[in-house]
């Protein structure tokens, strides 16, 4: 009985220990939004490994290391005004007591290049535990869309949806997602009508 008793409490416990890893990760998810929006610099430094890597996934921004990170967002930061970043779904799964990985969604507005802007965007990240605590390993941003306002109405039926830059970009998703293409493709070869 004691036995049982014991194997339940270290249940209990890793259990315990796997919501204050999600807990200390979701912090340091709505710490990066607010440190970005308020410029702390020296704290958004504190967030990344010192290996970690920041890049989007259109290609524009890649930064390895916490330097090259931090060279990275000044060059941002040059761009952009006032901005507010909402982060919405937080996915977080765990690949050991160490490592974990997250798919975040969000929104922000922002002013860019003299612009009012407004993007919906979601983050594909790797978390690492140091000595100082969960940090981000690696940052993937991708753009559903980045548009001007007067350009929201109906982007969604446009697939060059990222405005952010002299030439617009295809989006980061949906339509290249290999399940939306799978789904697509799987929708045209039904035959339609009965």
Do not use: K
Request: hydrophobic share 45%; with cysteine; charged share 25%.
């Amino acid at each position: 009985m004691a036995d049982d008793r014991s194997a339940e409490c270290d249940g209990w416990g890793a259990r315990l220990a796997r919501l204050e890893a999600e807990a200390d990760i979701r912090r340091l998810i709505a710490r990066y939004a607010f440190d970005v929006d308020d410029r702390r610099v020296e704290a958004l430094r504190d967030l990344f490994a010192p290996d970690a890597v920041l890049r989007s996934a259109d290609g524009v921004m890649e930064a390895r290391g916490v330097d090259a990170i931090m060279t990275q967002f000044d060059g941002r930061f040059s761009a952009l005004g006032a901005g507010h970043h909402v982060m919405h779904d937080v996915l977080i799964e765990f690949d050991g007591p160490t490592a974990a990985r997250g798919r975040i969604s969000g929104h922000a507005e922002l002013w860019r290049n003299g612009t009012m802007m407004v993007a919906a965007l979601r983050y594909a990240d790797r978390y690492a535990l140091t000595q100082t605590g969960w940090r981000f390993a690696e940052r993937v941003i991708g753009f559903l869309y980045y548009v001007p306002v007067e350009a929201y109405p109906g982007i969604l039926g446009r697939t060059d949806r990222n405005r952010a830059y002299a030439r617009p970009l295809p989006a980061d998703y949906p339509e290249p997602l290999p399940e939306w293409i799978a789904y697509h493709r799987a929708q045209a070869a039904e035959p339609t009508g009965a």
